[in-house]
Structure formats: C-alpha cells, structure tokens
C-alpha cells in the first residue's frame, strides 16, 4: 500500500510535467507543421530541433514515470522530482543539439551532417521507442501483479493502439491519405489524433489508479487508491460546530 499512497500524492508533480512537455511539443509541432515557421526560414531548423527535444524529453519523463509505482527510489522528495526534470532537460538537449548539428552541417567531419543522419535516428526514433516500450511493459506488469484493475490495462492497450496507429498513419499511408482527399489532408492530420487519443488513454490510465481529484475524471474505485481526508480520521464522528446566533 506505500506504493500506491506514493502515486496518489505525487500525481501532479510527476504527471503533470509530462502534461507541460507534451503541450510545448504541440505548440512547437504547430509551429512547424502549419507553416508558421516555413522551411525557407532561418530558424525552421532550430523550431524542428526544438520540437524533436521535446518529444524525446516527453519519452524519457514517461519511462521515469512508470517506475513510480515500484519504489526504486524514495518518490515525492525535493530530489527525486529534479532528477526527473533533469533527466528530461538531458533528453531534450541531446536531441536539440545533435539536430542542428545534422541539418546545419556543423560537424567538422562527416559524422553528423545531413547525409548521415544514422546519429539522429538513434536517438529520435530508436530511443523514444525504447523508453516508450519500458514505460508499457513496466505497466503492465504494475497492473498483472499488484493494482489487479484490468480496466486500466484495456486504457494502455488502448492507448498503445492509438499511438501504433498514429505512426503507421504518418510514416505508411500518408500519401495515399493525401491523395484521396485531393490533398485536403494527409496522415500527419489523422497520426495527429491518434497521438491525442493516446494521451488521452494515459491520462484516463493514470485515473483510474488513483483517486485524486481529477477535472472531469470519472469515478472508479475498482483497483484505485484509498483516498483520506489529512485533517479527519475515517473514524471522526464528529459533527461540525454550530453557528451561535
């Protein structure tokens, strides 16, 4: 039960700064995919580097989020949390900075440049999906073992539905999307949603192992988390003072 206490009380500090980096990734992603910085542009390769930062810091802040539940580490400290972000700050520098280095050619060898982009797809794709992959079996395994809420495990395999499918959409059928609908949209348009609809499954995930009090959550107690009132004990029978006139 200290696990699932430990997950309760640290939902916003850990899940939340996920929530922020996915926002800044989707407003970087904006920014680029719609145009606003045009590929011409002097700064389209530094808004692209930003976004694939973002992504990766969202990858790696997820799997770190996943070894929550299994107290490898005292959770909830001052400590734990900034290793979290830093970890995340490491991710996303990593990425930043290896991208310009490619699309720049700021490499003084062959290395890393726009013709050898192997560096860049290790990190981007390779890694991201690695970490991704750690944070689902490690889920899993939270579910099978311990919180035994088979509810939240339909929510992951969702959400691994959707996001299977954002990538197929993007990376496979894009052209044919665009060309059916006479270039209206394309697959980034349709992976878009899906990558939205995932996160939207994590976030359901993530309520219903815990009973914080979510905006628009839904009520589930099957496999969540007692929740008590810090001030009253379950037992407090007492009743509130009355007013005097």
Same mark, same amino acid.
């Given at each position: 039960?200290i ?5 309760h ?5 850990r899940?939340?700064?996920f ?11 904006l920014?680029?995919?719609?145009g ?15 976004q694939?930062g973002?992504?990766?810091a969202?990858c790696?802040s ?21 290793f ?9 520098s990593?990425?930043f900075i ?15 440049d726009?013709?050898?982009?192997? %560096?860049?797809?290790?990190?981007m794709? !390779?890694?991201? $999906?690695?970490?991704?992959?750690i +944070?689902?079996? *490690?889920?899993? @395994? ?8 088979w509810?939240?495990?339909? %929510?992951?395999?969702?959400?691994c539905? !959707?996001?299977? $499918?954002?990538?197929?959409?993007? +990376?496979?059928f *894009?052209?044919q @999307? ?8 394309d697959g ?8 939205l609809?995932a996160v ?8 219903m192992?815990?009973t ?14 007692p929740w ?15 007013a005097?006139?």
């Amino acid at each position: 039960m200290i696990f699932q206490k430990q997950i309760h009380s640290n939902w916003k500090d850990r899940n939340a700064f996920f929530f922020y980096l996915y926002i800044a990734n989707t407003i970087a992603s904006l920014v680029v995919d719609a145009g606003v910085s045009p590929p011409s542009s002097a700064t389209y390769g530094y808004f692209v580097a930003v976004q694939i930062g973002l992504a990766s810091a969202c990858c790696w802040s997820l799997m770190l989020n996943g070894f929550l539940g299994f107290q490898f580490w005292e959770d909830g400290t001052r400590k734990s949390i900034n290793f979290t972000r830093l970890i995340a700050l490491c991710a996303f520098s990593l990425n930043f900075i290896l991208s310009l280095f490619t699309f720049h050619n700021w490499s003084s060898n062959s290395i890393v440049d726009n013709t050898n982009t192997l %560096a860049l797809f290790v990190t981007m794709y !390779f890694l991201n $999906a690695v970490t991704i992959g750690i +944070y689902v079996l *490690s889920q899993i @395994i939270l579910i099978l073992t311990i919180l035994k809420n088979w509810w939240a495990l339909g %929510a992951i395999m969702l959400g691994c539905f !959707f996001f299977t $499918a954002a990538q197929v959409l993007m +990376y496979r059928f *894009s052209n044919q @999307i665009c060309e059916g609908v006479n270039h209206y949209l394309d697959g980034l348009f349709f992976g878009t949603l899906c990558n939205l609809f995932a996160v939207m499954m994590l976030y359901k995930y993530w309520d219903m192992i815990t009973t914080e009090d979510l905006e628009f959550s839904v009520s589930n107690t099957d496999g969540a988390v007692p929740w008590t009132n810090g001030f009253f004990d379950e037992k407090d029978n007492r009743e509130p003072s009355s007013a005097i006139g």
